[in-house]
């Protein structure tokens, strides 16, 4: 099952507190 | 509930979540706080059980204890063979207590962390309640 990423901070964060889940962040620098 | 940074697509938020290097994983409650910051490269089983170790350690800091426990028991039985699994028989132990309030508990620790953990910090953290 392919992975849903989100790519705006604010809005994963908003997510995660009004479902009250975690949020895991992923830092890359690795080639597109 | 995943978030994606790219240091050319999103470089402030390296500066933003202190990430000064890559591979960098974070795991933050739902109110935003940090509780596991996983860096550098990790094989496949060591670093599921980090990211496991991470919920659990939400779980702690949320002082749900048996939930914690719970998860901190996951890691053991899944990745018994983990850089990991000390670390979750320690915090299984402590939340467990928690729980409890049953020193006793905690006196069981350094008995399991015998054998193939006994080299660990986390038996080293946990020899000070042997009996």
């Known amino acids: 099952m ?14 995660a507190k009004a479902a009250k889940r975690p949020l895991l962040v992923d830092f890359s620098a690795a080639p597109a | 509930m995943p978030l994606e940074a790219h240091i050319k697509e999103h470089p402030a938020y390296f500066h933003r979540f202190d990430a000064l290097w890559t591979p960098t994983v974070l795991i933050l409650d739902s109110n935003g706080v940090e509780r596991q910051r996983i860096e550098g490269y990790l094989p496949k089983d060591e670093f599921r059980a980090q990211l496991e170790l ?61 054998g193939e953990y006994a080299d660990s910090v986390w038996a080293l953290k946990a020899s000070v309640w042997s009996h």
């Open chain 1, 2 to 15: 392919a992975v849903q990423w989100n790519k705006d901070a604010d809005a994963a964060l908003a997510e």
């Open chain 2, 54 to 114: 991470g919920l659990a350690r939400v779980a702690f800091m949320h002082k749900r204890w048996a939930d914690a426990e719970q998860r901190y028991t996951q890691v053991v039985e899944r990745y018994p063979d983990s850089k990991a699994a000390p670390e979750a028989v320690y915090w299984r132990g402590v939340s467990r207590y928690k729980a409890t309030n049953d020193h006793t508990v905690l006196g069981q620790v350094p008995e399991q962390l015998k």
